[in-house]
């Protein structure tokens, strides 16, 4: 007897697949086995099949964020595997992939491996890793890239750092070469960046605090894409900020380069304004920036420039981020708000719709991972998310299933609450 | 509102003050006022002016702000908020008599501040105390050496003294 | 609003003093006003008054400094309050505790204000949110040093009458120098012209959004000010090397004799001090007539007693 999901009637939004319309969704065995008009399908009558009513939802392939920290290992007292992936699947997203800088980092295939089975074990959502590209993230001797990839890495980054040197960073992107896995920057010089801890400006000098000049992520932006021209290697950009890193973006994709790129949600809606009162729930890496940035971010995005939106969820705890601006950590921890965010900073304002939005959230991140998922396709695996586009809710950290609390957004009501989440055929996350 | 003194009172009162404070003075003794602000001060000028031209010789006169040595900075009685002013005292109080002046003796805490404020300043000879208007209400043992006007207002009047450097005339009223 | 008007009465609500920044030119002068009547203390044989009698006052230094902390506990004692003197060097923080944690304890013992100098921007905002006293603000990383800001207006006013339509520069490191920081804001609303000078890497670049403009020659904003304020180069500090050499930053930027024969003859010439003689400042100039840094000193104990008195009125009404 074969276990059966039935979704009907929902909007269905399947990017890869070129589909935008009402329809129903069939998954069978935890597989997709259809996607269209279903109600007279012969099956429905003989199985046994648990249905959901999606009328005026949207029934989309399960989400996925390649840019999460769950702090396992080293660090479980901010976010484990376990509490991170119940943040995940709440907020919709059946696919994560998690950043290397644990304690001790992710750089060799135990390590891989480790996440991978305390994912399986949580069975909330599929949990990917990337490997860190140097050893101990330092940035001076590569590390094993091979094994890592043979283990089920999803790319490299030294995320937390990036590369420094010149050098390191052109063996690394030739040494990847062997294994077509996408190598991410975050691009930080540090001799820009210096001790900054919010964007170099008008604020920065107001505040009497050190600033993080824009030209620290544009600078390694500009370096890392001369060294793709010469070694055809894919990377990806994360978390750009910038509207100079939107132009050498744009450049670089008109080049035909293989480059792709991410953005927050707090780089859409935040300013480094917020920093005035000095609250570090507004202190992140990179940083706060203009208006201006946010309003370039946003043409990228609505043009197609962007391939992944990404939270770049880093919870703390409350006692790290309870010391003065200078000294508490970076880092927003908005997994568990995330589409709520994006509906806010996108589909609000009209710079994307519905099945752009969607498109940055399935379809191209499983592109740039490798993964065959964030589709609707026959055969696929059955991972769905169940949208409300037009319900609105309070965001509450106080009922965020994430161990940590350093968001900013407590308090904003937004609109797209997450109804359903499904993974591999079966119903992970319910709202109530 | 009631007025219980006019202009030509006033002065008659600062006359009588003036002899009165003349006839106690021992020989020898210097002899200066010292106003307690606001108003305190102009009476204490006009009775110096007075004084110096009976005694012939010049009775230097000083301005005193008692705000920081009020009972009430740490339990505020009202909303108002004291202004902290200028002390100025241009003279040597040591071994002088010292009239301190103010223009209504109510409670006698204002009296026992200024007194707290001159003893930091150095030591008189003595300190009287002379008022225009002595109402009534004491809450402290203090009383007046040279009290002019007495007045039985009740407690939840105001009596205001109104000058002409500070306000525009001479007369005192009870509102 | 720190200050609201009640008929005629003016009334200082703020229980914290953190920037200039925050406050407008009327809150300012108040403050200023309020000085002078704390002035004629230090005159007397008994320089005490007893306004803040029973009052505890803790002195929260992180960062040293001798001559801020001996003024605020000098300030405070001639108000009678009591001080606790706390450095870092001699606390718990060198064990690991937090600032929110050194605070609380303090709070737990019953204090009143809590004067605080800590390397971290922000740092005198995070603890006014944080605990039920009074903060004063002796200094945080590179944001403000408010009671150096009053007290510098405070001198040029004394002299001058008004800072209305004065030119003042404001010559040295000054990305770097919280005192600038206040002394600028200060100063713009009281409506002087305020000129930042030194070379390219010490003076901010924000032109148009920061009420003052730049300059990097001394030698053409000399000839223009009414008043001068040197800024200490602070070389232990100053990481990457900014600037070549002292004696490079000295030709440039330095206030000589030379370039104070250039200089209005009643120009006034501060400092915030300490004085590196020499290198910012020549000797001869520091202690010529045209200086009033010693001024500076003296005011400061006005302003300061003036801010606690302030701050500890507005607490009381709180209750």
């Not at chain 1, 909007?11 to 069978?28: E, G, Q, S, T």
């Not at chain 1, 597989?31 to 939802?57: F, H, S, Y």
């Not at chain 3, 900014?242 to 440039?252: G, K, M, Q």
Request: proline share 4%.
């Amino acid at each position: 007897m074969s276990f059966e999901l039935f979704i009907r009637n929902g909007r269905v939004i399947d990017p890869a697949n070129k589909v935008d319309k009402k329809c129903d969704v069939l998954i069978i065995d935890g597989r997709i086995a259809e996607v269209g008009e279903k109600n007279q399908d012969p099956r429905l009558k003989t199985q046994d099949c648990k249905v959901i009513d999606a009328t005026g939802k949207i029934v989309a392939p399960g989400l996925i964020d390649i840019h999460v920290h769950f702090r396992e290992p080293g660090d479980e007292e901010e976010e484990t595997i376990a509490s991170g992936s119940a943040a995940a699947v709440a907020a919709g997203f059946t696919s994560v992939v998690c950043m290397p800088n644990t304690n001790p980092p992710i750089e060799n295939e135990t390590d891989v491996e480790y996440i991978h089975r305390k994912g399986r074990q949580t069975r909330k959502t599929h949990v990917y890793t990337m490997g860190a590209i140097t050893k101990n993230r330092e940035g001076v001797e590569l590390a094993e890239m091979g094994f890592m990839a043979e283990a089920g890495a999803v790319g490299f980054t030294d995320d937390g750092n990036g590369v420094q040197e010149p050098m390191v960073m052109l063996r690394a992107l030739k040494y990847a070469a062997m294994f077509d896995k996408v190598v991410a920057q975050h691009c930080q010089d540090n001799s820009f960046a210096g001790d900054g801890v919010m964007n170099s400006g008008f604020y920065s000098t107001v505040l009497g605090l050190p600033g993080i000049d824009s030209l620290a992520e544009e600078a390694m932006l500009w370096r890392d894409i001369q060294l793709v021209q010469k070694t055809n290697v894919r990377y990806h950009a994360q978390h750009i900020s910038t509207a100079g890193a939107v132009e050498l973006i744009r450049a670089a994709k008109k080049d035909s380069l293989p480059v792709t790129c991410e953005v927050t949600p707090h780089h859409l809606l935040l300013t480094e304004e917020n920093c005035l009162e000095y609250d570090t729930n507004y202190k992140v890496n990179p940083p706060l920036r203009t208006e201006d940035d946010i309003k370039a971010l946003k043409e990228a995005i609505a043009e197609g420039l962007v391939d992944a939106l990404v939270s770049d969820h880093a919870p703390h705890l409350k006692s790290e981020k309870e010391l003065v601006f200078l000294n508490a950590p970076f880092g927003i921890a908005s997994l568990e708000c995330a589409v709520g965010l994006y509906v806010k900073a996108l589909i609000e304002p009209g710079v994307l719709d519905w099945p752009g939005l969607i498109s940055l959230l399935t379809e191209r991140p499983a592109k740039i991972i490798g993964v065959d998922k964030g589709t609707l396709g026959v055969g696929r695996q059955g991972d769905v998310t169940i949208i409300d586009p037009d319900a609105k809710y309070k965001i509450d950290v106080n009922k965020f299933r994430s161990k940590s609390r350093n968001c900013p957004y407590d308090g904003w009501t937004v609109a797209g609450k997450v109804e359903k989440t499904i993974v591999g055929g079966e119903i992970r996350f319910s709202a109530d | 509102m009631k007025v219980i003194l006019k202009s030509e009172q006033i002065g008659q009162i600062l006359d009588d003050l003036t002899s009165r404070i003349i006839s106690e003075k021992p020989k020898g003794l210097g002899i200066a006022t010292v106003g307690i602000r606001s108003r305190g001060e102009i009476l204490a000028q006009r009775l110096s002016s007075r004084l110096s031209k009976k005694l012939g010789k010049e009775v230097p006169s000083g301005t005193l702000d008692i705000t920081l040595y009020r009972d009430d900075l740490n339990s505020p009685q009202s909303s108002a908020q004291p202004q902290v002013r200028t002390t100025e005292i241009g003279f040597d109080i040591d071994d002088k008599i010292i009239v301190l002046v103010d223009d209504v003796l109510y409670t006698g805490r204002s009296a026992r501040a200024a007194m707290d404020a001159m003893i930091d300043l150095g030591r008189p000879k003595a300190i009287r105390l002379a008022v225009l208007v002595d109402r009534i209400g004491r809450e402290f043992p203090i009383q007046a050496d040279y009290a002019g006007y007495k007045s039985d207002a009740a407690p939840g009047q105001l009596v205001q003294v109104n000058l002409v450097e500070s306000d525009g005339k001479d007369e005192v009223v009870i509102e | 609003m720190a200050l609201i008007r009640k008929g005629k009465q003016f009334e200082w609500k703020h229980k914290h003093l953190l920037g200039l920044r925050e406050l407008n030119a009327e809150e300012i002068t108040y403050i200023l006003e309020t000085a002078e009547g704390f002035e004629q203390i230090s005159r007397r044989a008994v320089k005490k008054a007893p306004a803040l009698r029973g009052k505890v006052v803790v002195n929260l230094f992180f960062e040293d400094s001798t001559r801020t902390r001996n003024s605020f506990a000098l300030a405070a004692s001639r108000l009678s309050a009591d001080i606790i003197e706390f450095t870092e060097k001699t606390s718990s923080v060198s064990k690991g505790e937090t600032l929110l944690d050194t605070a609380r304890n303090l709070e737990a013992m019953g204090i009143d204000i809590v004067v605080i100098r800590h390397s971290a921007a922000g740092a005198a905002k995070f603890l006014s949110r944080s605990i039920k006293a009074c903060v004063i603000n002796a200094g945080d990383g590179y944001c403000e040093h408010p009671t150096q800001g009053l007290l510098d207006v405070y001198t040029i006013r004394k002299i001058r009458g008004s800072l209305e339509g004065l030119k003042i520069a404001i010559v040295g490191d000054v990305v770097h120098s919280r005192v600038a920081s206040s002394n600028m804001w200060a100063m713009s609303k009281l409506g002087a012209e305020v000129i930042f000078v030194g070379p390219p890497t010490l003076v901010p670049t924000l032109t148009g959004r920061l009420p003052v403009s730049i300059s990097y020659s001394l030698d053409e904003v000399v000839e223009k000010v009414d008043v001068i304020n040197m800024l200490r180069v602070q070389f232990e500090r100053l990481g990457g090397n900014p600037f070549p050499s002292v004696r490079e930053y000295s030709h440039y930027f330095g206030l000589t004799v030379e370039r104070m024969k250039r200089a209005k003859p009643d120009i006034l010439v501060m400092h915030p001090g300490p004085i590196n003689r020499g290198v910012e400042i020549e000797s001869e100039v520091a202690d010529g007539q045209n200086s009033v840094i010693l001024e500076q000193v003296k005011n400061g104990l006005a302003v300061r007693m003036a801010v606690l008195f302030l701050v500890n009125q507005a607490a009381a009404q709180e209750k």
